[in-house]
């Protein structure tokens, strides 16, 4: 069988390290992170998969979408240059955030409908918790994560908590280290943690256990949520 993992910067590892690093059997596997990437982007790349001919034996796709949806827009609202970045990632990816919840549920639900009128197996990784408290929106990715969640109950559709993994590894650490107002130390970041191995003393650095930077992984994170994918999603 073989598995396309449809993502963002967690799936790509680009910054920080992506669980992709710890899966086994990679003959079958797929990568298809992009960093940045929202669900809008995501689903126009689905759609490009799925009316591919070399695609077709495509058997499962694992979402792992939907955290830009929330960050990008609160980042852009950081700096001028943030801002701009964002738009440029509009323009040059697609990668559109939805503009509220409703329409995010909305759209959400149409992939999902999608690939099961295709027959294709479907998994879900669950949105991530924001390890700082200086970037306060892990309310609203809980809400966004919660229509994840009923959506894969209504459609009975195996759903991977990451909040929850993330929270046992933590404890009760609470971070204050989040992205500066470029997009520069994300350049640096990339070069530190996903080049060069030194993603855990970057994290221990910034007084973050389970991340870089507040949301990408660092490579002990990535290495449990590799493990939990293939227990979920993986079993032959």
């Known amino acids: 069988m073989k598995t396309v993992f449809l993502g963002d910067s967690l799936t790509a590892g680009l910054p920080?390290?992506?669980?992709?690093?710890?899966?086994?059997?990679?003959?079958?596997?797929?990568?298809?992170?992009?960093?940045?990437?929202?669900?809008?982007?995501?689903?126009d790349r689905a759609e490009?998969?799925?009316?591919?001919?070399?695609?077709?034996?495509?058997?499962?796709?694992?979402?792992?979408?939907?955290?830009?949806?929330?960050?990008?827009?609160v980042l852009q609202k950081r700096s001028f240059i943030l801002e701009m970045f964002v738009k440029i990632e509009e323009k040059t990816n697609g990668s559109v955030p939805c503009k509220n919840i409703d329409t995010f549920s909305i759209k959400y639900e149409q992939l999902l409908q999608r690939l099961i009128k295709l027959n294709k197996k479907t998994?879900?990784?669950?949105?991530?918790?924001?390890?700082?408290?200086t970037l306060l929106i892990n309310e609203t990715m809980m809400e966004y994560d919660a229509v994840i969640?009923?959506?894969?109950?209504?459609?009975?559709?195996?759903?991977?908590?990451?909040?929850?993994?993330?929270?046992?590894?933590?404890?009760?650490?609470?971070?204050?280290?989040?992205?500066?107002?470029?997009?520069?130390?994300?350049?640096?970041?990339?070069?530190?943690?996903?080049?060069l191995p030194l993603s855990m003393l970057i994290s221990k650095l910034r007084g973050l256990v389970v991340t870089i930077d507040g949301t990408h992984l660092n490579r002990k994170m990535a290495?449990?949520?590799?493990?939990?994918?293939?227990?979920?999603?993986?079993?032959?």
């Not at 998994?123 to 408290?133: A, C, Q, S, W």
């Open 123 to 133: 998994g879900v990784i669950g949105l991530p918790m924001i390890e700082t408290n």
């Open 16 to 43: 920080g390290v992506s669980y992709w690093r710890f899966l086994h059997n990679k003959a079958k596997l797929i990568n298809r992170g992009v960093g940045g990437d929202t669900l809008l982007g995501a689903i």
């Open 48 to 73: 490009i998969m799925l009316n591919d001919p070399k695609y077709d034996d495509i058997d499962q796709y694992i979402i792992e979408i939907g955290t830009n949806d929330v960050l990008l827009p």
């Open 149 to 195: 969640v009923g959506l894969c109950s209504k459609y009975s559709i195996p759903y991977l908590d990451v909040r929850q993994l993330e929270a046992q590894m933590k404890g009760g650490n609470h971070g204050t280290y989040i992205y500066g107002n470029t997009n520069l130390f994300s350049v640096i970041d990339s070069v530190l943690t996903s080049i």
């Open 223 to 236: 290495k449990v949520l590799a493990v939990a994918i293939e227990a979920k999603f993986l079993k032959q």
